[in-house]
């Protein structure tokens, strides 16, 4: 397991911490259907994926600003962002944590969550 260390107040945040922090911040700008996916058995790209939608590609982007803002405060750097230009898909890849945030059509069409039906899937509640 990879901890990171925040050099801004030196906390040690786990991966499943930076994963619930995304989750609130999404939650914050009132997406829809949050899901925190356990990738570690599946993938050694990341460790979780946090899934959730807005119902437009502006809100998609609202979510996506908030996430690098609250995580950026926390000291956590992007390593790569996608698809933000279209909002209809944007990745957030923090290493061991990536957020996709999706439009409801997109979401819907991709299928992720069926993708990666092994994950273990919890849905986030406040």
């Known amino acids: 397991m990879i901890f990171i260390i925040n050099l801004k107040n030196k906390d040690i945040i786990t991966p499943l911490a ?3 922090l995304i989750a609130k911040a999404a939650d914050d700008k009132k997406a ?3 899901l925190i996916m356990d990738m570690r058995e599946l993938t050694t790209s990341t460790d979780y994926f946090i899934v959730c939608n807005g119902g437009s ?3 998609a982007k ?3 600003d908030n996430i690098e803002e609250q995580l950026g405060l926390a000291g956590e750097h992007l390593l790569h962002r ?3 230009k279209s909002g209809e898909w944007i990745l957030l890849d923090f290493g061991d944590c990536v957020a996709h945030i ?3 059509e997109s979401r ?3 299928g ?3 993708l990666w039906g092994d994950a273990g899937i919890t849905e986030y509640e406040q």
Do not use: D, P, V
Request: glycine letters at 4%; hydrophobic letters at 35%.
């Open 62 to 64: 609202a979510i996506a």
């Open 112 to 114: 992720l969550e069926n």
């Open 57 to 59: 590609s502006i809100q």
């Open 82 to 84: 996608e698809g933000y």
């Open 102 to 104: 999706f439009t409801e």
């Open 32 to 34: 829809s259907r949050i």
């Open 18 to 20: 930076k994963s619930k």
């Open 108 to 110: 819907e069409f991709y």
